[in-house]
């Protein structure tokens, strides 16, 4: 690698060489995060899963031990249990894996600012020009396990590699707590004797596909007659060859250059059926709740609404409304959406599951109009005092510490500490 160092002191390196590039994935990253509060069931089966009660009882995420199993993520609670009766099933706060991938994300800046979040529980590192500050791209690997294992008590696996692809596959590789190296002398060893179905992007459909030409592992992919391979899937035919041979050039974007938030929103399946506009004003109240705070969380502001609305059918209408100012207030967004319901919805028609979201969004910073809803001047501005109030009684005593009468003691399912901040 030849690194230069500009009149700035920018460190940079000559494009023409190899970059270094980690793909580090976290592991069982949910199960993991609330393992650290119940560390008694570490070596037992754990599984994150929604309340069956609520109709969520699907599986979100899984430990190693439960994954010795069989268990699944997106299988029914169920249909695990039935696989482990021993499975320990633990309730999803997803405020909490925003906090530890905002902390995880900081620690890879210590290393280079070009990190690119994939979900959030994984990332891209481009550390090409950290190599002569931290050493090899195992080293860094190493140390950024060690780091994240000591300082917040969660392991991830790391692929190291040439390109972004390789460098995923190889924190698929050795998992869990492992590094792995995929270079230009040793990644038809590793990677082209693997079934064709674990080159990344091929899913089940495309497998078929390629399974059905001959095609069975990575290594009949590369080899593959490249023209051949776009008849059969068009555009992603070429670039599954591409990546198969390792010439993936897709670049590592900064941290600071990721893509801003376009929406906001929260849904969730009820209990029982939604039946009459008290039960909606319910839902409604503690959704707009929850998407306010997050907005003010990320110091943005919506300018419209839209509605998502399940039956029992599982049949879906999605509404919006624009709205003549942005807002980042519940009582608002409450009002937007109870609008769109009562104009697009037989209220004696049961439903299921809501879903509210803030679009449109805009930076809270950006100049004032006035609002749809006639908090003008003094008004929205008091209004707007007592929401970030009680993020701040909830932020220091907790997500019930303080709620709307009507939402306390509810028996449709919302649960407010569940859904708080994502």
């Avoid at 699907?58 to 009766?85: D, R, S």
């Avoid at 050795?174 to 064709?196: A, C, E, F, Q």
């Avoid at 070429?238 to 990721?258: F, H, I, K, T």
Wanted: proline share 3%.
């Amino acid at each position: 690698m030849q690194l230069t160092v500009d009149t700035c002191g920018e460190i940079s390196y000559n494009k023409d060489m190899d970059r270094t590039i980690l793909h580090c994935d976290m592991d069982g990253f949910y199960a993991s995060v609330e393992l650290l509060k119940y560390p008694q069931l570490k070596n037992h089966p754990v599984a994150v899963c929604g309340n069956p009660e609520n109709r969520h009882g699907i599986i979100l995420a899984k430990n190693a031990q439960a994954k010795k199993y069989g268990i699944k993520t997106a299988e029914t609670v169920w249909q695990a249990k039935k696989k482990c009766p021993k499975l320990q099933l633990l309730p999803p706060h997803h405020h909490k894996y925003k906090e530890y991938s905002l902390k995880i994300n900081e620690i890879y800046q210590r290393f280079t600012d070009m990190v690119e979040p994939f979900s959030i529980d994984e990332s891209w590192l481009d550390v090409s020009a950290s190599l002569k500050l931290f050493g090899t791209g195992r080293e860094i690997a190493d140390t950024l396990r060690e780091t994240i294992k000591k300082e917040l008590e969660l392991t991830l696996s790391v692929g190291v590699s040439f390109n972004k692809i390789f460098a995923k596959m190889g924190s698929d590789y050795h998992k869990p707590d492992g590094t792995t190296v995929i270079s230009r002398d040793n990644y038809k060893d590793i990677l082209w004797p693997m079934n064709v179905r674990s080159m990344f992007f091929v899913g089940a459909a495309t497998a078929d596909k390629l399974n059905k030409t001959g095609i069975q592992t990575i290594g009949d992919l590369a080899r593959a007659d490249r023209t051949l391979l776009t008849a059969l899937l068009g555009k992603q035919g070429s670039m599954l060859y591409e990546y198969a041979n390792g010439l993936d050039s897709s670049p590592v974007s900064r941290y600071s250059e990721r893509e801003k938030i376009k929406s906001v929103g929260n849904g969730t399946t009820f209990r029982r059926n939604l039946q009459g506009m008290d039960d909606i004003k319910v839902a409604v109240t503690a959704l707009s709740d929850i998407v306010a705070s997050r907005l003010r969380k990320y110091q943005m502001k919506g300018f419209g609404v839209k509605v998502d609305i399940k039956d029992p059918e599982f049949k879906v209408i999605s509404r919006q409304k624009q709205l003549s100012a942005p807002t980042n207030l519940a009582e608002e967004i409450f009002h937007a959406s109870i609008e769109i319901i009562a104009s697009s919805w037989r209220l004696r028609d049961p439903i299921r599951m809501l879903t509210i979201t803030a679009i449109n969004l805009c930076d809270e910073n950006e100049s004032e109009q006035l609002s749809l809803f006639d908090l003008e001047g003094h008004a929205r501005q008091e209004q707007e005092k007592i929401e970030r109030t009680i993020d701040n009684i909830r932020a220091k005593f907790g997500d019930n510490a303080i709620n709307f009468g009507r939402v306390i003691n509810n028996d449709i399912g919302i649960d407010l500490d569940d859904n708080r901040i994502e």
